[in-house]
C-alpha cells in the first residue's frame, strides 16, 4: 500500500460567479524513500496540489489517503494532527517566526510532542546541527542569510521526525551554492525512509530527485522515475503519541512577540495604566478623605457610642410630649441587637440657665452623662457621680473666662424649665459639685441626680433618647443599620420608627455623601478604561495583520484554532497585568508623594490605598483587555492557513 494516494483529485476556485478550475483530477501514488519532484510552470496548479497534500486546504473533490486513510473525511482535529506529525512544510519563503530565535523556530513544533523539555532542546540542537547550524541557535532570523533560513525551515520542518517532507519552490529564493546544499540535504532526509515532495518549476532541481511528475493545466502529464528510490526499513511504526501546544506554550509564543515588540508594548500598557491609576488613586483619595473627616469627628466622641431618639409621626399630631419618650419596649429593642454591649437612658435639653458666684449664663444645650462623652476629653477632674456636674470648657468659660479650671470642686446651680406632673410650667434647681472640665461633648450630670432632683419639684423624668454602646467600632454601620430597620405604620404609611443623632449620624450621612462623590469621580475616571479598551482592540487587530503569516505557520505545522487564539488571549492578559501592577505601582507612589506634602501641612494622610483597591485595579485591567482581545483573538483563529502563508 503507497504512503500517500490522489484519487481523481479536483480543486476550483470561485472568482465571484465564475468557477476556475486548478486541478482537473490528479491521480498520484507516492512512497517512501522517494524524493518527487513536480514539475511544471507557474499557474500550472503545483502549490494548489501541495496545499492540498499538506492538509492546508481540504476542500476538493475525490479524495487523498495517507496511509489507507481518508485525508478529505478527517475532522479539523484530525487535520491539525496531520500537520503536526505527519507532514512537514518547506516554504520558499522560509516562513519563519522573526521574533523567536532559530532555536526557538524548530522548538515551536516539538511541543506538540510527547517529548520532555530537556528532550525537546536536545533534538532541536540535534536538528540544527543536522543542517549545518548548530553554531548559530541564538540568532534571530535577521541575521541569517537565504541559505541559512532555509536550512531552519528544514530542521523545523523534521522536529517532529514526520513521514512526508513538503517543499513548496524549496531553492527559490536560492543561490547555486546553497540551492545544491538545500537538495543535498532534502535527498538526504529521502534516503532516511520519508517522502520528500518538492514543487519547482527548474528542469536542474527536478532532475536531482528520484522522480518526476510534470503538471501542466491542471493535469499530470508525465509521470516519470529517473533513479530508484530508497531502500527503506519494514514495519516502520507511524503510531506517534499526538499532543498539541499546551496554554503555557502559546502564553510563551504570546510573551516572545512582545519582547520583541516592546517598544510600542510599553506604549499601550502606559496608556492602560493611566485609566486603571485614575480609578486606583479615586477610590484611595475617597478612603482617605472619609477616614480623615471620620477620625477627625471621632476625636469629638466614642466612636462606639450611637445616640437614638424616637422619629415622631409625620402627622402633625405631635402635641404629646410623651410621644418623644424612650419606653421599655425600646430599651428592650435595643438591647436584642447583636453586638450591642450596653444600653443607656438619657435626658437631653435645650438652654438650662447656670449660676455662679452670682453670675448667670444660659448654655446651649445639655444632656445626662453617657458614653457619647469622652473621659480622654476631661482637661481638669473626673467624670461626674451623683450630685456632681462635668462643665464643657465653653460653658465654663462663661462663668469664669480667665480662672474657668478653678471651678472644679466649687458648687453651681442649673436652673431646667419644664412641666411638672400637672403639665404645668416649672423650674428645677439643683446645686451641684463642679467635677471636672471637658472639651467636647457637652456639660452633664448623671441621670439619676437629674432624676432625683426632678422628683422634689414634682417633675417625673422620662428618657427621651438612649445611648448604645456597641462592642466594636467595625460593628457601628450594622448596628446603626438594623436600628434604621425598625418601622412603624402612620396612617397607613410605613416610616423608621428610631432616628440616629448627634455626631455619629452626621458622620454616617457624611459617609454616604463623601462615598458617592467618590465613586462617581471613580466612574468618571474609568472612562479612560473605555479609552484603553478601544486602543488594545486596534493594536491586537493591527498584530493580527502583522502576524497573519506567523499564525498560517503555526497552523501548517498543526497548531489549533484554539492554540491561535489563546495565543492572542494570551498577549491581551499579559498587557492587562503589566498595565494593572504598573498603575499600582503608580498610584502608590502619588499617594507617598501627596501624603508627605498633607503630612507636613496638616498632620495628616489622605490617600488611602487598600491592598483590596489594588487588586481590583489589577483584575479590572485584566478583565478589561480579555474583553477587548475576544473580537481579534476569534477572527486570528478563523484565519485560512493557506491564505495566511500567501499573505504580504
Known sequence: MSLLELKDVKKSFMLGKKKFPVLKGINLELNRGEFVSILGESGGGKTTLLNTIGGLDSQFEGDILVDGKSLKKGSDKALDNYRSHTVGFVFQSFHLISHLTILENVLVPLEMSSLSKSERVERAKDLLKKVGLEEHVTKHTNQLSGGQKQRVAIARALANDPEIIIADEPTGALDSQNTEEVLKILDDIAKEGKLVIAVTHSQTVADYGTRIVHLADGVIDSDKTIRDSYKIEENIN?????????????????????????????????????????????????????????????????????????????????????????????????????????????????????????????IPYFQTWNNTEKTGDITKGSKPSNGEIILLKSDAQKLDKKHYKNLVGKTVKIYISTLDDDKKPTQVAIDLKVSGIIKSGSSAITYDTLKSAAKKSNVTIKPNFATLTVNETKNVKPVQDKIKSYQMTVKNKKQNKYMITGVGAIIDQLNTYLNLAFYVLAGVAGISLIVSAIMIIVVLYISVSERTQEIGILRAIGARKKDIRNMFVSESFLIGLVSGVFAVLIAYGVQLLINNATQSAFKATIVSISPGNAIFGIVISIIISLLAALAPARRAAKLDPRDSLTDE
Open 238 to 362: 507511524s503510531n506517534k503519541k499526538i499532543t498539541h501546544l499546551s496554554f503555557m506554550d502559546t502564553f510563551r509564543l504570546a510573551w516572545e512577540h512582545m519582547l520583541y515588540t516592546k517598544g510600542r508594548n510599553i506604549l499601550i500598557i502606559l496608556g492602560a495604566a493611566i485609566g486603571i491609576f485614575s480609578v486606583i488613586l479615586m477610590l484611595g483619595l475617597g478612603s482617605g478623605v472619609t477616614g480623615y473627616i471620620n477620625g477627625e469627628m471621632t476625636k469629638q466622641i466614642n466612636p462606639n457610642a450611637i445616640q437614638v431618639t424616637k422619629n415622631l409621626p409625620q402627622n402633625g399630631a405631635n402635641s404629646d410630649t410623651d410621644s418623644i419618650n424612650i419606653t421599655k419596649s425600646d430599651m428592650k429593642n435595643f438591647k436584642d441587637i447583636d453586638n450591642v454591649q450596653k444600653v443607656e437612658k438619657a435626658y437631653f435639653l435645650q438652654s438650662p440657665k447656670l449660676n455662679y458666684n452670682k453670675k448667670n449664663t444660659s
